[in-house]
């Protein structure tokens, strides 16, 4: 999960690529989906490919996921219910 200015940054991607030298896996990206009120922003598309570009130069399998109902708060993580 991709936070902006939080853990998106070239040198998080050389970390999580060091972390995971030598373990075969596939790398999923997925971009934090805001809501209302909620303290973290979504890193920009750019960053994220930055990102699993940085993972990809240094052998790594890495996609960036995309997420569906962003538009109207359904997307993962930003169900929930609200008490009246």
């Known amino acids: 999960m991709?936070?902006?200015?939080?853990?998106?940054?070239?040198?998080?991607?050389?970390?999580?690529?060091?972390?995971?030298?030598?373990?075969?896996?596939?790398?999923?990206?997925?971009?934090?989906?805001?809501?209302?009120?909620?303290?973290?922003?979504?890193?920009?598309?750019?960053?994220?490919?930055?990102f699993r570009n940085l993972l990809l130069r240094n052998g790594h399998v890495a996609v960036v996921r995309s997420s569906m109902g962003r538009d109207i708060l359904a997307a993962c993580g930003q169900l929930r219910a609200q008490a009246k």
């Open 2 to 50: 991709l936070f902006k200015g939080l853990n998106d940054s070239d040198g998080d991607a050389a970390r999580l690529g060091e972390l995971l030298q030598g373990v075969t896996c596939m790398i999923n990206i997925l971009m934090f989906n805001p809501f209302p009120g909620g303290a973290f922003e979504r890193p920009d598309e750019e960053r994220a490919y930055a």
